[in-house]
């Protein structure tokens, strides 16, 4: 399974502000995602993140509030823009391999808005 | 309707016992099917897929129901490692869902 990390691994931002999230795997993947969970609450998925166009956004998300850039088939960023705690949650990425398409994830990045 | 539903538990079994979870799957052209394992504060790890004529991995066995759309997860002989919350996980074409996670906790 591909290896992947994601940085920060946590962080405390005020309201207003902007978090980028990076994510890195060691190997070229095709597809990656980036999810949310709350405490105790499964995961949402956010928006898949294509390599050479835009990301493709789930229903209740969109594009201004969380940027994502793809510029390889290594790497991905997501940026949670204009914070307020209700944006305190675990991000996590994840990457799709193998034959049938099971998905991996990163560590996660813990955010709490104040 | 949730697309992937779940029993949340919690459930709180003695070692050496024998624990089942089910999942439920709304989209009939599934194709892939899957159980995860999340410890706390950790990110989900695969435990292993489902394959449509059952698997086993050692003390954990999986199976699937197409005609009723659900899924299994049969933990033998509990150990207390195995304290997590198990998430299934349901694959269109690149479209995973995932359950909200059925809480097990192994007690001494």
């Known amino acids: 399974s591909a290896v992947i990390s994601q940085k920060p691994s946590r962080d405390i931002c005020q309201r207003g502000t902007s978090l980028t999230i990076q994510c890195q795997v060691d190997s070229q993947v095709t597809m990656m995602f980036w999810y949310r969970q709350q405490p105790g609450q499964s995961l949402t998925l956010i928006a898949t993140a294509n390599q050479g166009s835009e990301a493709t956004y789930e229903s209740g998300f969109v594009i201004d509030k969380f940027p994502i850039s793809r510029p390889n088939l290594t790497f991905s960023t997501l940026t949670v823009s204009n914070m307020s705690p209700e944006d305190s949650s675990i991000y996590l990425c994840?990457?799709?391999?193998?034959?049938?398409?099971?998905?991996?994830f990163g560590p996660g990045t813990r955010l709490t808005v104040t | 309707r949730k697309e992937v539903e779940q029993d949340p538990g919690p459930f709180n079994v003695p070692e050496g016992a024998t624990v089942a979870f089910n999942c439920t799957y709304s989209?009939?052209?599934?194709?892939?099917f899957f159980w995860y394992r999340q410890d706390c504060r950790k990110e989900p790890k695969l435990l292993m897929s489902?394959?449509?004529s059952g698997n086993e991995d050692g003390r954990f066995t999986a199976q699937l129901n197409r005609a009723s759309q659900y899924i299994s997860l049969l933990i033998r002989d509990s150990k207390l490692s195995d304290s997590a919350t198990y998430l299934c996980a349901v694959n269109g074409d690149n479209d995973m869902r995932f359950g909200a996670g059925t809480r097990l906790t192994v007690k001494p």
């Open positions: 994840s990457v799709s391999s193998g034959l049938r398409n099971e998905q991996y």
């Open positions: 989209n009939s052209a599934s194709q892939s």
């Open positions: 489902v394959y449509s």
